[in-house]
């Protein structure tokens, strides 16, 4: 509904569960956030709400760059892994919580296209190094472009399922995929996804579950960090 994917939840959760933070949680929700942007995006492609010209600069360096982000998981400490995603959690939340606003500012074609592909490349990092959706970032960028907070929504959902699938079949190109974990999963995904996505092109009433969700990120940021110090 949000346009983010739900990346920033499945990892933390998967790994207080018990799963493996490099092996599991993070290709896993990377799986999940796949499959959650493009059955929205399946919704808001029919509504006609996704811009993809105007996202393209966006779409294809954060969908190239999981594959570096992904590459570097394997190189650092779990405790340096968790930390980057409570660190990150925190700055969503308070993002979140005061509202995205759409920018008045002009920008040319060119520098859509640099601030496009700039924005792409650190955004697909993260996703790959750390499972996170993207959508929290590539949300604002699109306001600031001067999207319209529906079409914001919409083209994130587009950009991060592609960014979210190569950052997974790297990671997954480096292990053994359990389906039979990930099967379930996938079906709740898919389920959630088209709910949120029908009632957010259908209403869009949703500033108390946007505020309440900035505080479940901000919580779980912190219980994050406090854990590893």
Not at 90 to 111: L, N
Not at 174 to 198: D, E, F, K
Request: charged residues 10%; proline residues 3%.
């Amino acid at each position: 509904m949000l346009g983010l994917g739900g990346a920033q939840l499945y990892v933390p959760i998967f790994y207080w569960l018990g799963l493996s933070l490099k092996t599991e949680a993070i290709p896993l929700a990377l799986l999940l956030n796949f499959i959650t942007q493009m059955s929205a995006s399946a919704t808001y492609l029919r509504k006609r709400l996704v811009d993809i010209m105007a996202g393209l600069p966006l779409l294809i360096t954060s969908a190239i760059f999981p594959v570096v982000g992904a590459n570097f998981t394997h190189r650092l400490e779990t405790k340096w892994i968790i930390f980057i995603i409570g660190i990150i959690l925190i700055v969503v939340s308070i993002q979140t919580f005061f509202d995205w606003k759409r920018s008045g500012q002009i920008f040319s074609r060119r520098q859509k296209i640099i601030i496009g592909l700039v924005a792409g490349s650190v955004i697909g990092f993260i996703i790959g190094l750390i499972g996170h959706g993207g959508g929290s970032f590539v949300v604002p960028t699109l306001l600031m472009f001067g999207f319209a907070p529906k079409n914001a929504a919409a083209t994130s959902s587009f950009i991060c399922a592609f960014s979210s699938l190569t950052g997974f079949l790297t990671h997954a190109s480096q292990m053994q995929v359990t389906w039979s974990l990930y099967l379930p999963g996938v079906i709740a995904a898919v389920i959630g996804a088209q709910l949120g996505s029908r009632f957010m092109a259908a209403r869009m009433k949703s500033e108390t579950l946007k505020r309440l969700f900035a505080i479940v990120l901000f919580l779980i940021g912190m219980q994050l960090i406090i854990n590893i110090l």
